[in-house]
């Protein structure tokens, strides 16, 4: 996988163990997500992502399943869910 120049190894290491969550399902569209699209991210896009891994599991699996989602969550929402 390659990185964006403002993400080192060790940050997609923290980020792939933050990904790593109670439910199978999470895990497997998180960690698809770090892998193909996170990279080509911009800072805020990237920032998102990481502030959404601070969500709860039964929240983020709410959000991912159509529940009602703050506008700051709606571009980073959409993007989990095509991939």
């Known amino acids: 996988m390659s990185a964006s120049p403002t993400t080192s190894e060790r940050e997609l290491a923290r980020l792939r163990w933050r ?26 896009g990237q920032a998102a992502f990481r502030a959404l891994l601070e969500l709860e599991d039964a929240v983020l699996l709410d959000l991912l399943a159509g529940g009602q989602a703050a506008a700051a969550w709606q571009n980073i929402l959409a993007l989990l869910k095509r991939c």
């Open 19 to 44: 990904c790593r969550r109670g439910m199978l399902e999470l895990d497997l569209v998180l960690l698809r997500f770090l892998e193909t699209a996170y990279p080509r991210l911009d800072a805020a």
